[in-house]
């Protein structure tokens, strides 16, 4: 069964304070690895897709890097604003994207 | 500008009434799902379609229908509102390019009091 696990479940950093979020999954065939933030009361926003083994993006202070069984989330030098939840997904062949319960990142100044 | 719109964005309700809730998007994408999610836990998919008068149940059980009339409409009814139902309800869209990913709405929270 295609499934997606995140940890830690919560994690508070100082600003400065940098770190890494995980996300295992077991899927027969990737067809792609999704990281969304989402804020509170708000919809998940889109971040990054990754396709292979070995694959990275960035996007200001975020790195998201895969490989055959997780992806990781690194967040170097975080700021308040980066306070959010960040949801890992895969994509599930023939329906849609099965999501992660997330991993809830809070950051104090 | 290019979005996907979902009202109301909060809805408290009775037990055994009907309710709609809304979503519209305005970026062409064929794709629209429905998924439900509740505090800490994972989005579940709860509805999906691939276009026009096409839909298809996801993974999570529920008692609700949607329909797709107009590739920019996919609007999701409950018949008879229950206190299980409240949750909050998202709703997205996908285009051609998969590694775009999902556009979310910004939900529905519903209370079933």
């Known amino acids: 069964e295609d499934q997606v696990t995140q940890s830690p479940e919560a994690l508070r950093l100082q600003e400065g304070e940098s770190s890494s979020l995980n996300c295992s999954y077991t899927v027969s065939g990737l067809r792609g690895l999704f990281w969304y933030r989402q804020d509170p009361g708000k919809g998940p926003e889109f971040l990054f897709t990754?396709?292979?083994a070995g694959e990275e993006k960035e996007k200001e202070r975020l790195k998201a890097t895969l490989t055959k069984k997780e992806s990781f989330l690194h967040i170097t030098a975080p700021k308040p604003e980066d306070s959010a939840t960040y949801l890992c997904?895969?994509?599930?062949?023939?329906?849609?994207?099965?999501f992660g319960k997330g991993t809830t990142l809070s950051v104090s100044s | 500008e290019a979005d996907i719109y979902q009202t109301p964005r909060y809805l408290v309700i009775g037990t055994g009434k009907k309710i709609t809730l809304e979503c519209s998007q305005t970026m062409g994408h064929d794709k629209m799902y429905w998924y439900q999610q509740d505090p800490g836990m994972e989005l579940h998919l709860i509805h999906y379609s691939y276009g026009v008068n096409s839909t298809e149940k996801g993974d999570l059980s529920s008692e609700s229908t949607v329909s797709r009339i107009r590739t920019e409409h996919f609007p999701l009814t409950l018949e008879s509102a229950r206190p299980s139902h409240t949750s909050q309800y998202l709703c997205?869209?996908?285009?051609?390019?998969?590694?775009?990913?999902?556009?979310f709405g910004s939900g529905t929270r519903l209370t079933v009091v």
């Open positions: 997904a895969i994509y599930q062949a023939g329906t849609a994207l099965i």
């Open positions: 990754l396709y292979s």
């Open positions: 997205a869209s996908s285009g051609g390019r998969r590694d775009y990913g999902y556009t």
